[in-house]
């Protein structure tokens, strides 16, 4: 009878989770308060719980939901079978392996961001595994579903290399230090940007409520995340690169670095 009622509302339920993103963005990006965890970890947030441990807690839910929610409904199509491998392959490492790679030792994180996110997982994995299990259609039109497979996989390429040149760092030395390579020429969080552009290639291949409300929580999350890592690699670093951006890679510049053109006056 719940189930009933939630997939008779999911389109309203689905677009008042969109506007809390919403309000939630403009929150963060107007009080410019800084999460405490990693780089911005402080004491004063309540209980504190290891590091490594609190990344496999609050991003379980959204590991476990996804598949396992499909063994309450019918028998599922290719088309529902592929969201459930792209959902899996980005949560099955950032629950399993990211949480190992990570050198963190000694860090804490308190328990009231676990609980958040967590929250956070769990709603937006029981959406999108409703939605996959009992009203995804069979398929979808086929230039969509490579549109948003494509760039799912480039978002997902980007954050993935990203995030590996920042564990190198601490890897081979303790403490922050300003990242190189790749996209951190231009900005400074490549890794999340990764990360929005791979959720939106999710959401325009599976084109739903719950798909694009998790795209716009992705977006009031990390948006204001990466602008409060800008304001902390400035305060930390006197010789930090002045021509970097938060996020969005100035692409006037990179064209104009790797494809230069000359005036040629006659």
């Known amino acids: 009878?719940?189930?009933?009622?939630?997939?008779?509302?999911?389109?309203?339920?689905t677009l008042i989770w969109s506007l809390m993103a919403l309000i939630t963005f403009v929150f963060l990006w107007k009080s410019n308060i800084r999460a405490p965890y990693g780089r911005h970890s402080q004491a004063g947030w309540g209980f504190m719980i290891d590091n490594k441990f609190a990344w496999f807690l609050m991003e379980?839910?959204?590991?476990?939901?996804?598949?396992?929610?499909p063994f309450y409904g019918p028998s599922l199509h290719p088309f529902q079978i592929g969201l459930i491998a792209l959902w899996t392959?980005?949560?099955?490492?950032?629950?399993?392996?990211?949480?190992l790679r990570i050198k963190t030792k000694g860090k804490k994180m308190p328990i009231s961001i676990?609980?958040?996110?967590?929250?956070?997982?769990?709603?937006?994995?029981?959406?999108?595994?409703?939605w996959?299990?009992?009203?995804?259609?069979?398929?979808?039109p086929f230039q969509w579903q490579w549109i948003g497979l494509l760039i799912f996989i480039a978002g997902w390429a980007i954050n993935q290399y990203h995030d590996h040149l920042l564990i190198q760092i601490r890897k081979h030395q303790k403490g922050?230090?300003?990242p190189y390579g790749g996209l951190f020429q231009y900005i400074s969080c490549p890794n999340l940007l990764g990360e929005i552009i791979e959720w939106g290639g999710f959401a325009i291949l599976a084109w739903n409520g719950a798909a694009f409300s998790f795209f716009f929580w992705t977006c009031a999350n990390l948006i204001p995340r990466a602008k409060n890592h800008h304001q902390w690699y400035l305060e930390q670093f006197p010789n930090y690169p002045k021509n970097r951006n938060p996020l969005w890679p100035p692409l006037g510049q990179i064209i104009h670095r790797h494809f230069p053109f000359t005036n040629n006056k006659s």
Do not use: C, D, W
């Open 1 to 13: 009878m719940i189930l009933e009622k939630i997939l008779l509302h999911f389109h309203q339920i």
């Open 60 to 69: 379980l839910p959204a590991l476990l939901l996804i598949p396992l929610i």
């Open 89 to 99: 392959l980005h949560y099955g490492y950032r629950t399993l392996i990211f949480p």
């Open 114 to 130: 676990v609980i958040s996110a967590l929250f956070f997982n769990l709603i937006n994995g029981l959406l999108n595994g409703l």
């Open 132 to 140: 996959i299990t009992f009203l995804a259609p069979e398929k979808m």
């Open 176 to 178: 922050y230090k300003i």
